[in-house]
């Protein structure tokens, strides 16, 4: 089977268009790039021209993924950290991305997910099952486990 061609101002377009579709990574970006067999010169000439193009901006990238995964699947701070690391993404610049997500509502959001899981584990009669369970599930969501130990023993 025979792969479509492409010259490099074409593919240069369709991954202008892959990243205006929604923020990239360079990793995400030099992956589909593979998909195109390019040679080393024509692969950086297009990455030079995503960068200063603002097509690619990792900064971006890192705010928007950070706010997206904490509104929207509500993730804590340590996951959201491990998976920009998993992306190439620079710590300095998972700090800027993590200053993104407001003290006040991760607290909020925190309680929410406590007071719900405890909720869902009313058949549960062993309250340190109780607690481990919370406490793991908590975790696996990428809270801190300080903050998570504070509502457990306050509660």
């Not at 959201?80 to 690391?85: C, F, H, N």
Request: charge should be positive; include cysteine.
């Amino acid at each position: 089977m025979l792969k479509e061609s492409f010259t490099v101002d074409e593919i240069r377009e369709k991954l202008a268009k892959y990243c205006v579709y929604q923020d990239r990574c360079h990793q995400e970006v030099e992956k589909k790039m593979k998909e195109y067999m390019l040679i080393p010169e024509a692969k950086d000439q297009i990455l030079i021209y995503l960068i200063q193009n603002d097509y690619l901006n990792e900064e971006r990238f890192a705010k928007s993924f950070a706010r997206g995964k904490f509104n929207q699947k509500k993730w804590g701070m340590n996951k959201i950290s491990v998976e920009l690391k998993k992306r190439g993404i620079p710590v300095n610049l998972i700090r800027t991305a993590l200053e993104e997500i407001d003290g006040d509502a991760y607290l909020e959001v925190l309680k929410q997910l406590y007071t719900d899981k405890k909720n869902s584990l009313k058949s549960e009669r062993d309250s340190l099952k109780k607690k481990a369970k919370i406490r793991r599930y908590l975790l696996q969501k990428g809270y801190e486990s300080d903050l998570i130990y504070n509502l457990i023993r306050y509660d």
